[in-house]
């Protein structure tokens, strides 16, 4: 199924969404996600909550995410798990007039899927650490380790700003999961009336072999991210190129339209060819945006992956790839609850689809299938904007290439969760 097709589709529904309420920090101050007006996901990394150190000129910031899930496929289950997701902390600093340093470091113990992404006890890592020089609102640089501007949920993932234990399966099991890398590239803004645009470009490393060589058996860009390599080498030689540009109204919405495109294969070794160069493309879109009156709140995003596979490679490995999720969060209450002023309780319902396989069997001109569809009822408390209380319910349901069901004869995952997950 192609984006083309779904897109205005979801595109249509997403009219009446959600700017996702995120912390509005430019001053290096706490506020409310309420004051966040002007704003676009692009700022996400600068939109969170810091702490002002006294007098000097650093601030500090962080969240955590931990809950218990009880999930099962087919009636098989682990029993309960407790996990302890993620704890980042956020260091920002104003080195001087116009220059700004954001740092971003995190634990992290959530695979992918991937077996080989399962490290025992989790893993610490440096997700972010750029210098940003201000010369004009449409003109900025920034360099450093910088996240890839692959559609919104890349740049705005942060645990208390959504209601859903788990992150969107064709954003972290599709697209490679908060995706950075090392370089260097530009970015601006311009507001006028209800307007606002916005632009990022960069050059940066970019994936690897590893994107069709992998204990998946198949096309899994996440596999990527398991590479440290890739903040000091790249594995073609050439740059991978991002961008997106973002036009927001504030009565309507705001979308994102994304690209990238990356030589992801070692071709060349010591100046000899070895290989055909092959390419890997993303192309997505994401649309949020509020409906005034029950302010109701939607965000959408759906992607296409494009990969040149080798020839010799079966078609399990996929050349293109489909997939998106859509978010719908209705608030039930607003008010004073407990000693909090500004108390909220929502519900909410996530809907997923993922194909890693689009297209047809070559031998026999039957379709591929390698899909999944995941519906996901929520129920969220926050005593603040900072802090959520979340419980889900998934219903999930996977084939195989075939169109097989993966995991016994129904194929049917489901499960519940409870999580909680904060800014501090």
Request: charged share 15%; proline share 5%.
């Amino acid at each position: 199924m192609s984006m083309y097709k779904v897109l205005p589709c979801c595109l249509a529904l997403s009219v009446f969404g959600t700017a996702q309420a995120q912390l509005d920090s430019s001053l290096l101050r706490r506020r409310s996600a309420d004051t966040a007006k002007s704003t676009l996901t692009m700022d996400a990394a600068y939109n969170r909550p810091f702490l002002k150190l006294g007098k000097m000129p650093v601030s500090i910031g962080g969240y955590m995410e931990s809950n218990w899930q009880y999930v099962g496929t087919s009636g098989i289950t682990a029993g309960n798990q407790f996990q302890f997701r993620r704890f980042s902390l956020f260091v920002a600093s104003s080195i001087s007039s116009r220059v700004k340093f954001l740092a971003e470091i995190e634990y992290e113990n959530d695979p992918t899927g991937d077996p080989a992404d399962a490290h025992e006890g989790g893993q610490f890592e440096i997700e972010y650490a750029a210098v940003d020089v201000e010369l004009h609102p449409l003109l900025n640089i920034r360099g450093g380790m910088i996240v890839n501007p692959i559609g919104a949920f890349n740049q705005n993932h942060d645990g208390p700003k959504w209601e859903f234990t788990d992150r969107p399966i064709a954003m972290t099991q599709m697209l490679p999961e908060t995706w950075s890398n090392t370089g260097f590239g530009l970015y601006g803004k311009q507001f006028t009336g209800d307007w606002m645009f916005g632009y990022e470009f960069y050059v940066t490393g970019g994936l690897n072999d590893s994107i069709i060589d992998n204990s998946m058996g198949k096309t899994w860009l996440p596999a990527a991210n398991a590479n440290p390599s890739r903040f000091s080498a790249s594995a073609s030689g050439a740059p991978m190129y991002s961008g997106k540009i973002s036009l927001r109204n504030s009565k309507i919405g705001e979308l994102g339209l994304s690209y990238a495109s990356d030589i992801y294969n070692t071709w060349q070794v010591e100046g000899t060819q070895i290989d055909d160069k092959r390419t890997a493309r993303i192309l997505d879109v994401d649309f949020n945006t509020v409906l005034p009156k029950l302010h109701t709140s939607i965000v959408t995003e759906w992607a296409e992956v494009l990969v040149q596979i080798p020839p010799n490679y079966t078609q399990q490995y996929g050349n293109k790839q489909f997939g998106g999720f859509i978010d719908i969060v209705q608030p039930i209450f607003k008010g004073h609850f407990l000693g909090w002023e500004h108390a909220t309780l929502n519900l909410a319902v996530r809907g997923e689809y993922v194909d890693w396989n689009v297209g047809n069997f070559t031998s026999t001109g039957t379709r591929m299938y390698n899909d999944l569809w995941s519906v996901m009822p929520a129920i969220s408390f926050r005593p603040t904007p900072q802090t959520v209380l979340r419980f889900n319910y998934r219903h999930q349901f996977q084939r195989d290439i075939t169109g097989n069901a993966v995991g016994a004869a129904l194929g049917l995952t489901e499960g519940y969760s409870l999580g909680l997950s904060t800014y501090f």
